[in-house]
């Protein structure tokens, strides 16, 4: 019976502004304060090519189709050569965002087809070990006006990020969907207090699915 670790991929969702970013880090810690082996990635992003293409979605102008096509051919280059080599290797994996943004950002927030984009998510996440999904997801819920004011008070806006307040209430409706769907999976944090207080929310889910003891 081999002794490798089992492997987890755990994905950190939200809105732009919803602070998942400092208890990434945290878990990233503490996971590794226990001896495991821990990969830290976000979408899009993660590789040279998935990096370079989130640059074009960042920057550059473009349809829903033209994104949803950019996001879903940088996470397929991530899950081949970042995050199905970590779990294979029995490690933890930790991504900033993964397909449940694709649904959120560009199925509810730009109104494109939902049933393009499960058709994409099939193909893409298709492999030799199955079809790829989070085991865990932790869906930092805020209001967009919060977010808002946090993000005027961190840094200058990126194509997204400078988005009406009514695009953020879509994309957040669309994270409320996604949740609905499969709530075995995706758990709900409640983003709007203090980070000890998330981050209390955030152990007591990763305790709850056996991440953390």
Excluded: N
Aim: glycine content about 6%; aromatic content about 8%; overall charge neutral.
């Amino acid at each position: 019976m081999s002794d490798r670790p089992q492997p987890l991929f755990i994905t950190f969702e939200g809105i732009d502004g919803a602070g998942k970013s400092t208890h990434i880090a945290t878990l990233a810690e503490r996971l590794r304060d226990q001896g495991r082996a821990v990969t830290v990635t976000r979408e899009p992003g993660g590789t040279a090519l998935a990096e370079a293409l989130r640059e074009s979605l960042l920057r550059t102008s473009m349809d829903a189709l033209t994104e949803a096509l950019l996001v879903f051919a940088a996470r397929r280059d991530h899950l081949r050569h970042v995050i199905e080599p970590a779990l294979a290797a029995g490690q933890v994996v930790l991504c900033d965002r993964f397909t449940d943004a694709t649904f959120a950002y560009q199925g509810y927030g730009r109104g494109f087809d939902l049933d393009v984009l499960r058709t994409l998510e099939r193909w893409v996440q298709s492999g030799p070990a199955g079809w790829r999904q989070p085991d865990l997801t932790l869906w930092f819920d805020v209001p967009p006006e919060v977010a808002a004011a946090r993000l005027a008070q961190s840094r200058a806006p990126d194509r997204f990020e400078a988005q009406p307040q009514a695009f953020f209430e879509r994309v957040a409706a669309g994270y409320a969907a996604r949740a609905a769907e499969a709530p075995q999976r995706i758990v709900r944090i409640d983003a709007r207090a203090e980070v000890s207080a998330v981050w209390q929310q955030v152990e007591a889910a990763c305790r709850a699915r056996g991440v953390l003891p």
